[in-house]
């Protein structure tokens, strides 16, 4: 009964353990496209910023699709991201994050279904 007990209880704690090892490694797993582009995009290009004011609606979606595939990295490797360690943005937005954010962009984009800003 003691070990059942014990070997029970083990197992618990190896799932618990599992269980919160996979959720650090993941941590935008449940961010969408839109809670990514208000935390990596948003503060550099707000209204009145020197950088330009972009919202998912600022582009139409051949735009957007243009940006990501041949500006992006060129237009934002020297860009420093002080809220995220200080490195460059093409750094601290993971592949996975910044294909959402490019989804959010172009399904938002001036000329589709359902134009949106940022809020």
Known sequence: MKTTLH??????????????????????????????????????????????EYTPMSLIQDQWTRFFDKKYTRTHKSVIDEKHGGKPVTETISPEDLELIREFSIEGAADSEHPMTCG
Do not use: I, Q, W
């Not at 599992?18 to 839109?34: E, R, V, Y």
């Open 7 to 52: 070997l029970t209880m083990a197992a618990f704690v190896g799932v618990l353990a599992l269980g919160f090892s996979t959720l650090a490694t993941t941590p935008a797993a449940s961010a969408d496209g839109k809670e990514l582009y208000r935390e990596y995009c948003k503060g550099c290009h707000e209204e009145g910023s020197p950088n330009g």
